[in-house]
């Protein structure tokens, strides 16, 4: 079955450092990966995605992710972080030649200090 | 903005009682998902759809049934509400390679 794992349930990083917030997966397959923001009482919002092709992917407000088959990963980085960057982020995979279910993480807490 | 229209945005009801949420969608997209949002556990599928007609279950598909009579539609349905459902539920939809789309959510309090 497949899975997705966010291990950091908040992630600190000062405005103008770096960020990073990972996600591993699990899926029987080649992946489809996708990662979303989410805004206090607002819906989700998408980010980027991976389907084929190069894996470093290029997303919305200067979001980047690599995909790593080797190491199941698809982590979020940003070169330079934003206090309105502060938000819950989710990973999300799905297994597209096994099923239809598109299986979201249990999310990441971005917290962006001035 | 996809055009997803969840119903309705808001809603308290009582234990026991039957609740159904409506997705609806302009969008002509294939797959059509429910999922809950609840604390610590982030966002979790309910049931999914593929098609008319055609849905299967998700993570937590205990005490939900769905249905899918035309495209645009996909209707989620709590048989006997219990305290546990309450949550935010979120409606989606996608094509095969594509991100998913969402709803704005809604909000259900069981009391």
Request: aromatic share 12%.
């Amino acid at each position: 079955a497949q899975s997705v794992a966010q291990p950091e349930d908040q992630v600190n990083v000062a405005e103008g450092n770096p960020l990073t917030v990972k996600c591993t997966y699990s899926v029987s397959g080649n992946p489809y990966l996708f990662w979303y923001v989410q805004y206090p009482n607002r819906g989700l919002q998408f980010l980027l995605k991976y389907i084929t092709g190069d894996n470093l992917v290029k997303g919305s407000y200067g979001f980047e992710a690599e995909f790593n088959k080797s190491q199941t990963s698809f982590h979020l980085k940003k070169p330079s972080a934003l206090v309105s960057d502060s938000a819950l982020y989710f990973c999300a995979v799905r297994d597209p030649l096994n099923t239809d279910k598109l299986i979201f993480g249990t999310g990441t807490r971005l917290q962006v200090f001035p | 903005d996809a055009g997803i229209t969840q119903s309705p945005r808001h809603k308290v009801t009582e234990t026991g009682t039957p609740v159904t949420l409506r997705c609806h969608q302009t969008e002509n997209h294939r797959y059509m998902y429910w999922y809950r949002q609840d604390p610590g556990h982030g966002l979790r599928l309910i049931h999914y759809s593929y098609g008319v007609k055609d849905t299967d279950k998700g993570e937590v598909s205990d005490g939900y049934s769905v249905s899918r009579s035309k495209t645009e539609d996909f209707l989620l349905t709590l048989e006997s509400a219990t305290s546990s459902q309450t949550s935010v539920y979120f409606c989606a939809t996608g094509t095969t390679n594509t991100e998913a789309f969402f709803g704005q959510g809604t909000r259900l309090t069981v009391v």
